[in-house]
């Protein structure tokens, strides 16, 4: 039995803060139980409604927990995907997708609100459900096995409704059940500079010369499950095939969201900064352990303006008791590839089995302990031997000599 992120009650959502807006987060399973519809998104919208006495308008946001994806459809080439959310009191937000045999799009939203949830509708005249559909180009032709993001505000509008999407992170027929490890950024997220921050020539082995990352917290629900993470990130790639030139980014925490899917047995941590396409961890169990398995990387532009992308799936690193927190304050150099490392700062995560949306108790690196203490803990042993030794000798001396003294 293995549990992964556990059940969260309220007064945790509260304390890790979850309460502010987040990304609904999402997936739709076909029969195999796989992952046909990858979603993670922000929805704001305001409504214009009659009340008994005048017209107003009303804002809410999607909720990111306690929906629905009943009506929900994988669907082929020749059928439509549909994802369908239902939520609240009889709402629902449905995004058409189709699909030729190289590329997918969504081509239409249809909202659907129910003016009898007088919690969202206060006071209106009308009992009725209305249905908005918009057409609409997000994702604009993304291709197959390919997730697209956007961060940039998106606004759909119909009679008496204005939605607004951002932090926007969709793939549609999604095959084998494996989200596509490359991305396709929206066109408004750019222009992205060219990733540069610190450039700087060094090997591998050497200290970095680039600040250090500022500590970000990454943790995340997804339905009654939590991934705890707080840490510095810093990528040092290399492109050149000698592996003498590196440059260092640092993730910057204010400019990423995070997203992913925890399981009973597999967690995925996705950080989506503005200088990179993203940033993923996945963790898995082994025995009563977990650890690293796989970190990817895919960089908007690089020093020449063309992209990175570089994984590595076949990892074994931070294996911790299931039950426990990985802690690793001091730096800690990750080797990901050849031409990527992963510097760690301020380390710690957990997965799995988060209780009460806190950290359970901390297994912790080997550097963060300060091995001088040993020293004199060493010279204190020898000591404490050496006096024991000499009084041993004392004690064998002088009954030696009580005895030889006797037998005369
Ligand atoms: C997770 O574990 C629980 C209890 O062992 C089980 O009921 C559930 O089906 C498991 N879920 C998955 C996705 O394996
Ligand atoms: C898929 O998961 C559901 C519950 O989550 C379970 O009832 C069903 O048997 C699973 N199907 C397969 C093919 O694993
Ligand atoms: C969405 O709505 C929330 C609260 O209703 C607001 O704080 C936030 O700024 C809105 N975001 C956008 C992008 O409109
Ligand atoms: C409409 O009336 C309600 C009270 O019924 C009031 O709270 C609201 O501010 C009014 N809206 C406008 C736009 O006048
Ligand atoms: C979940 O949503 C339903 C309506 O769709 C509501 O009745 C229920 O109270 C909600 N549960 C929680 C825990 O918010
Ligand atoms: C969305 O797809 C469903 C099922 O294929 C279809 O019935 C519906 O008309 C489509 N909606 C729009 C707005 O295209
Ligand atoms: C698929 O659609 C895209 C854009 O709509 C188009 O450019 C492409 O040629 C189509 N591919 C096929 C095989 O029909
Ligand atoms: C909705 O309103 C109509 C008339 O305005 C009324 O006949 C009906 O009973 C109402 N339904 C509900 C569920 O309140
Ligand atoms: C899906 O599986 C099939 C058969 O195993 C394989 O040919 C195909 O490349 C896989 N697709 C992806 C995107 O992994
Ligand atoms: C390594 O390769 C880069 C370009 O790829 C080149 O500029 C540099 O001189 C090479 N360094 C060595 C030591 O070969
Ligand atoms: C980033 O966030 C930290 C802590 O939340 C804050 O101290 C810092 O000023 C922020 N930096 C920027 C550039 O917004
Ligand atoms: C990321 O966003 C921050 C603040 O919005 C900006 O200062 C920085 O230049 C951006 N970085 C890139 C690579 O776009």
Request: glycine residues 6%; hydrophobic residues 40%; charged residues 15%.
């Amino acid at each position: 039995m293995m549990h992964g992120c556990v059940v969260l009650v309220l007064p945790c959502l509260l304390a890790l803060g979850v309460l502010q807006s987040r990304a609904l987060h999402v997936e739709v399973k076909d029969d195999a139980n796989k992952t046909c519809i990858f979603a993670s998104l922000m929805v704001n919208f305001t409504v214009h409604y009659e009340t008994n006495t005048n017209d107003t308008n009303v804002s809410f946001s999607l909720p990111d927990n306690n929906v629905t994806l009943d009506k929900s459809i994988c669907g082929s080439e020749s059928v439509g995907s549909l994802l369908w959310i239902h939520f609240g009191s009889g709402h629902s937000w449905i995004l058409n997708f189709t699909r030729n045999a190289t590329v997918y799009r969504g081509s239409a939203i249809t909202f659907t609100y129910n003016l009898s949830d007088s919690h969202l509708f206060p006071d209106a005249k009308s009992n009725g459900t209305l249905t908005r559909v918009s057409n609409v180009d997000v994702p604009p032709a993304v291709p197959l096995n390919t997730m697209y993001m956007c961060n940039s505000v998106d606004v759909v509008t119909a009679t008496d409704v204005v939605q607004t999407l951002w932090d926007v992170t969709l793939q549609a027929f999604v095959e084998n059940g494996t989200i596509g490890s490359n991305a396709s950024q929206c066109e408004a997220d750019t222009p992205v500079t060219p990733v540069v921050p610190v450039s700087t020539i060094y090997p591998p082995t050497a200290a970095p010369i680039a600040d250090e990352p500022i500590t970000g917290n990454y943790s995340f629900s997804s339905g009654n499950m939590s991934l705890l993470a707080t840490m510095g990130l810093q990528l040092n790639i290399s492109q050149a095939s000698n592996k003498t030139t590196w440059i260092t980014i640092n993730i910057d925490p204010n400019n990423t969201s995070v997203t992913g899917t925890c399981d009973n047995d597999t967690a995925t941590l996705r950080l989506n900064s503005n200088n990179t396409r993203f940033l993923s961890f996945i963790f898995a169990v082994r025995k009563n352990n977990f650890y690293l398995k796989e970190v990817n990387v895919s960089l908007l532009s690089f020093l020449n303006g063309s992209a990175f992308s570089d994984g590595n799936g076949n990892l074994s690193y931070w294996e911790t008791s299931l039950g426990s927190s990985y802690m690793c304050n001091s730096e800690q150099r990750l080797q990901v590839t050849d031409s990527f490392l992963l510097n760690t700062f301020n380390l710690r995560v957990q997965p799995f089995l988060v209780v009460d949306g806190k950290f359970s108790t901390a297994e912790e690196c080997f550097a963060d302990f300060d091995l001088g203490f040993l020293i004199p803990i060493a010279v204190g042993i020898a000591l404490g031997f050496l006096v024991i030794l000499v009084f041993i000798s004392y004690l064998i001396g002088r009954k030696k000599s009580h005895t030889g003294y006797q037998s005369v």
